[in-house]
């Protein structure tokens, strides 16, 4: 049986070694520069020294840490939990009540936001919300007044933004779950007189729980990591105001050269990371059981 065992698991063994080289020893690297005073350049880029806790004690007396992690909460929860799930989940429950080549044209012209580079959505979103961009062109032609949104409104162009692009994600995760939904169930409410929002409230969300438990963690874990979208769009500015910590991290890294700082920052973004994912992974076997 052993033998067994060990003949099925031999597959998997790649990939494990994979995950392993590319994925566990960079953040294993990364908890432990976290405890030295690494540098990009100077003394402390060729000989590092361990400095214990004194990056993670400088991290919270810092005021722009937790800022930034109250803007990280903010994005995540906006853009993600509210934006792409809440939005995702319309745009299924709209296409499966509409006819084929309309569901056809919207699923097309929602994916083609997520299938595009990061780089490339980052700067179509810079140049829709640019005070010369689009966005005030068509409100300057509707008669209206635009505003210099990334410098008025810098966290909440990220947020419309990151939304705009994610949303493909949760619309194909709830379309599949949406035809998973027996029928004869959803007509057997009709006939009992129940409307369409307590369709959805008592039938249709109950028996898709699992995909939105599944679709919010996947999401959630996305949205953590962002970087690229809100560097090209705001570099974290102005004044912080858009600073989330995979920007703040790469500003202490990268700009000012504190390799060390910078990836205490990043040791506490994976940790929120796994926290979260834990919380969703209790939730998926609680309603499993």
Known sequence: MRIRRFVRLLPVVPSVLLLLAFLMAPVVWSFYASFTDAALSGKAARNPQWVGVDNYVRMFSDDSFPFAAWLTVV??????????????????????????????WVGTAVVAAWVLPEIVAAFAAYAYFNRDGTLNQILGALGGEGADWLYSFPLLAIILANTWRG??????VYRAALADVPRDVSEAALM?????????????????????????MLITLQTLAVFTLIWVMTAG?????????????????????DIGYGTAVASVLILLGMVFGAIYVRLLREQKT
Request: proline residues 4%; positive net charge.
């Open 75 to 104: 994005f995540v929860a906006a853009s993600a939990v509210v934006g792409q799930n809440v939005l995702g989940l319309l745009i299924a429950l709209l296409m499966t009540r509409s006819r084929k080549a309309v569901a056809s």
């Open 167 to 172: 949303t493909a994600f949760s619309m194909l």
């Open 192 to 216: 009992d007189g129940a409307r369409g929002w307590q369709r959805l409230t008592f039938i249709t969300l109950p028996l898709i729980r699992s995909s939105i438990a599944t679709n919010l």
């Open 237 to 257: 500015g102005p004044a912080n105001a858009s600073t989330t910590l995979p920007v703040l991290a790469y500003q202490e890294a990268f700009k000012f050269g």
